[in-house]
């Protein structure tokens, strides 16, 4: 295909790597293309209703280019997203960062599992830079209503200290405007000023993070770093699928740089302002660059090297390997019980619909954890309308409840006598709701080990991956949550692992790891791809390991350090 435009640099993705990347570069002078195979999602555009929500996953093939991308490995669910913005769309917007004890050398030549050629001193400058970028605020749980009465927060800063080191973590939220004091639904002063041109509101407490926020009120890529790179002249093109990396001149050439081809989903462009879109209507284009940025995550990155590998053959044996699931584990604690009471039950309401997603985070770290590996748990909230399905598990003992004033009112009604007020009836039908509020899904994610494999059969992307190595850590994970669950006053249920034989992760990390030289990594600790200069990743796809707390702040932090290196010309 002729190749049409040239750039100094295309990144290919719109990550915590990938925006932050762009951002950077266009900032230092460098002509930016910024390939994003999603659509953009400017608030009020986010899936909410069973209609909605039928076409919201990523299935091109299908005809669907929805926000969603779900993967069903043989022993491991993957979730991961497809959007101007990437996992910062869907993330529930903590900002945490590695334990610097977590930092391992352990020897891959001999049995070990992670080596980390960075330290957390080396990256504290970039996750100071990023944090000035976001300007996260932690949830103003003292400033009274309404976010006194968030009662699974409150229940988690009780209970937490008990199993670890509690805290309000910094959240990537606006819940305050300019200096003002927090308050729901305020318009943010300038918030418009982004590339979706969008007003945005401060966090109106519906815990509806990990949909899509439909009020702005996240602070999303697309309105910091993807809108930072825009005014600095990047050019931003959406529904744009990255398929081919060849080096200019063929790999035998020693001329710089790269021919990046790429599909335009056409159906998807409509209704998409033109700025963030391709000029051409063609189906199939081709530019190059000096430099290529591939930030299209722990699933996209390494799935594009090895369906490139005939056109890149020096890449890193390494490649698709050190797959992590970041220790992902999701449980629900139910029937959550408070204490007193007469023999009759007192629930424990902790609304999980009530305020953003994640509010507080408990550390299990390395010396507390029987295991020796450290972990995290979390609250996890749950949009309204979670509540309503959860709320049918109590309808056939609601019923058997009200049973005595059912059979009354259907007597009546035979026998001509009807009372028009029906308030009473109605409300016992609701029963106490604790099925639905006395109860609080909960996450736990840490440091599992790094043993998975990516590999392409045929076109295929599979993964060879097992929890069976990480049995001990899963074990201290759900003791700590069961420890959590009863002093809450309720009950662990909802255990993937357990029920299924199969684990879910939605931090993903690993398969193009980062190691010092080609034989155990990928790209070095700069980020630059082992054997090909110019070509770069910058995305969870580098990780050694696994980061333990939730990886975003992690990945944003190396992706400015590669930034650097680059703009240095290292």
């Known amino acids: 295909m002729t190749v049409e435009e040239h750039f100094d640099v295309v990144v290919v993705g719109t990550g915590f790597g990938g925006s932050l990347t762009a951002m950077r570069l266009a900032e230092a002078g460098k002509s930016v293309l910024v390939l994003e195979r999603g659509q953009p999602y400017p608030p009020g555009s986010f899936a909410r209703t069973p209609y909605e929500m039928r076409t919201n996953f990523w299935a091109p093939d299908t005809g669907t280019h929805g926000l969603f991308e779900l993967w069903a490995f043989d022993a491991l669910d993957v979730v991961v997203s497809s959007g101007l913005g990437g996992g910062s769309l869907i993330y529930a917007n903590v900002m945490l960062r590695k334990d610097e004890r977590t930092f391992v050398h352990e020897d891959l030549s001999d049995g070990g599992y992670e080596s980390w050629p960075v330290t957390r001193q080396d990256l504290e400058p970039h996750y100071d830079r990023f944090e000035a970028v976001q300007k996260p605020q932690r949830f103003p749980l003292g400033h009274g209503q309404p976010y006194a009465s ?31 004091a927090p308050a729901p639904g305020q318009p943010i002063p300038g918030g418009e000023q982004n590339l979706h041109g969008s007003p945005r509101s401060t966090c109106r407490l519906c815990a509806e993070c990990d949909l899509g926020c439909n009020y702005g009120s996240k602070s999303t890529l697309d309105f910091t770093c993807l809108s930072e790179a825009w005014r600095h002249d990047a050019q931003v093109r959406t529904c744009c699928e990255v398929r081919t ?117 408990i550390h299990v770290d390395e010396a507390r954890s029987a295991c020796g590996r450290g972990y995290y748990i979390q609250d996890a909230g749950a949009p309204a309308f979670a509540e309503w399905l959860w709320q049918g598990l109590e309808v056939p003992s609601d019923i058997w409840r009200a049973r005595r004033r059912i059979v009354r009112a259907l007597r009546d009604r035979l026998r001509g006598r009807r009372d028009t007020r029906e308030d009473g009836l109605v409300s016992e039908l609701f029963g106490d709701a604790h099925s639905s509020a006395a109860m609080m899904p909960v996450l736990a994610m840490g440091r599992d080990l790094p043993n998975g494999r990516l590999r392409l059969m045929g076109d295929e ?98 992706a400015d350090r590669f930034a650097d290196a680059m703009i240095e010309g290292r």
């Open 245 to 361: 990396i060849t080096p200019a001149g063929g790999d035998g050439s020693r001329k710089r740089g790269y021919m990046i081809g790429y599909r335009q989903h056409l159906p998807a462009r409509e209704g998409h302002p033109s700025h963030l879109l391709d000029d051409s209507d063609d189906e199939q284009r081709t530019v190059s660059a000096d430099e290529v940025v591939l930030a299209a995550g722990a699933i996209g990155s390494p799935r594009l090297l090895l369906a490139n590998r005939a056109a890149l053959p020096r890449l890193s044996p390494a490649l698709g390997m050190r797959v992590s699931a970041n220790g992902d584990y999701l449980a629900l604690v139910r029937n959550c019980r408070a204490s007193g009471g007469n023999g009759k039950p007192e629930w424990n309401y902790l609304e999980p619909s009530r305020g953003p997603v994640i509010t507080t985070s």
């Open 461 to 558: 992307l599979e993964l060879d991956w097992s929890a069976k190595p990480s049995d001990h850590y899963y074990d201290c994970v759900r003791g700590s949550l069961s420890k959590l669950a009863e002093a809450l006053g309720g009950e662990l249920v909802l255990d993937p692992l357990d029920r299924r034989g199969r684990a879910v992760t939605v931090h993903p990390v690993g398969g193009c790891a980062m190691a010092s030289d080609s034989r155990h990594g990928v790209v070095d600790p700069w980020g630059r791809v082992h054997g090909y200069p110019g070509l770069w990743v910058a995305d969870g796809s580098v990780m050694p390991g696994p980061v333990g707390p939730n990886p975003s702040f992690t990945i944003a932090a190396l």
């Open 150 to 180: 968030t009662a699974k927060t409150r229940a988690m800063m009780n209970v937490g200290p008990a199993l670890g080191a509690t805290e309000l973590p910094q959240l990537a939220v606006m819940f305050a405007a300019d200096g003002s």
